[in-house]
């Protein structure tokens, strides 16, 4: 029998107007009142402590906060789940905890088999849950996920329950070296004297380290999904401009794109200072946990692709509102030209007129050429002239 600690990130329609919390007790608070209705639902305050008190507290923004820690009965009750719960955070995540008993031998173990496992308990019970708090009407500073600017508002990305990822992590047991669970582990990423951390599964060295592994694998777990969802979210957005660009005719308003950017680029950059808010607060071990986290999973380089994504996708919007501009330009141009054009035609109807009511017997000059003329012809010729002189200045038009 063994013992694994699951950590899977799941998409949960929970936001909040970070402007309008004012701590986590309120976001709490409310979450509770919104699960009240469900009897098999427990709603718990995060346990974690939270400011500068001691090395056991860690000093994270409240966006790397979870709001509450959230127990379903149902979950739980699963004959090989010994223990599960939902970390609800900020900007539509949770994380998933389960500790998910195995009847198997190191060497029998079915990682995929595990994953399977997990996914379906999320979309069994969890999913259900997910779908009653999109449909219920939020009170603020809880976000109506239906109005999400951020992220997908759809009813079945938030709440389908299917897991991001699945990983694993196994405690090391006494009468066994870590070099025993290699073959497992596959590949070690990183490694302290806490914790061997691999790709998809992670070795705790030491069970009295569960605590400060555990929070950090959390807030991690977290953080990558994070990262990992603006970072699709910037390439759809990235393929949308470019489809705007091959087929006007099939996209949203460029101002409706670049109204939303704008919100996300400084979401974005609201989320970069939180990054580096939380990784100043973390104390004790959990310091050292969180840089061997960063350095395994690549969070530097991630930010800086988000950076670059961000700055493509910008200046994508931006040529297509340049091209936008430069259209109606010269638009309002050849308009202008046009009317100006029309000066032409009036001067020949007034030489038309003037023609026929001055005597000029004594002269030969203009008026001639323009008797010699039928006013019809003379003005048909003009109007020829002024669509000629429109159509190629809205050609040549820069």
């Known amino acids: 029998m063994l013992d694994f600690e699951i950590y899977a990130p799941i998409s949960v329609p929970v936001s909040w107007q970070s402007e309008r919390v004012v701590d986590n007790d309120q976001r709490y608070r409310l979450l509770k009142k ?30 790397y906060q979870p709001s509450a820690v959230v127990t379903i009965a149902g979950l739980s009750a699963e004959p090989d789940v010994r223990e599960a719960c939902l970390y609800v955070y900020d900007n539509c995540l949770a994380v998933l905890h389960v500790r998910l008993s195995v009847v198997a031998d190191l060497a029998e173990i079915d990682d995929l088999e595990i994953t399977q496992r997990i996914e379906a308990l999320s979309q069994q019970h969890v999913s259900p849950l997910l779908r009653a708090l999109y449909r219920a009407k939020p009170e603020a500073p809880l976000i109506d996920p239906r109005a999400y600017r951020f992220f997908d508002s759809d009813e079945d990305a938030l709440c389908h329950g299917k897991p ?30 806490y914790l061997l951390l691999g790709s998809g599964n992670s070795l705790l060295t030491d069970a009295a380290y569960f605590s400060d592994v555990h929070r950090i694998m959390v807030v991690a777990q977290f953080h990558a999904a994070l990262m990992g969802r603006i970072e699709e979210m910037l390439k759809e957005n990235l393929r949308r401009y470019n489809s705007n660009y091959y087929d006007n005719g099939n996209s949203a308003p460029l101002s409706t794109f670049f109204e939303h950017q704008q919100y996300r680029n ?15 607060g973390v104390q004790g071990r959990r310091r050292e ?43 309002i141009q050849t308009l202008l030209a046009f009317l100006g054009s029309l000066g032409l035609v009036s001067l020949i109807v007034d030489l038309i007129a003037v023609g026929g009511e001055v005597s000029h017997d004594e002269t030969v000059g203009l008026l001639d050429l323009i008797q010699a003329v039928s006013a019809e012809h003379l003005l048909g010729f003009t109007v020829i002239v002024v669509l000629f002189l429109t159509l190629y200045f809205y050609r040549n038009h820069e």
């Open 34 to 63: 919104r699960l009240a209705e469900f009897a098999s639902v427990t709603v718990s305050e995060n346990p974690w402590p939270m400011g500068y008190g001691s090395l056991e507290h860690d000093n994270f923004p409240l966006i």
């Open 164 to 193: 991001h990822w699945v990983a694993r992590m196994l405690s090391c047991a006494e009468a066994l070296s870590p070099e025993h669970y290699l073959p497992w582990l596959q590949s070690v990423d990183e490694q302290s004297e």
């Open 266 to 280: 400084d979401h974005i950059e609201y989320i970069n200072i939180q990054v580096s808010a939380a990784m100043a």
């Open 289 to 331: 946990l969180l840089q061997q986290f960063s350095a395994a999973w690549g969070f530097d380089a991630q930010r800086e692709r988000l950076s670059q994504l961000t700055t493509l996708a910008q200046a994508r919007l931006d040529r297509l509102l340049q091209n936008k501009l430069r259209q109606q330009n010269r638009s």
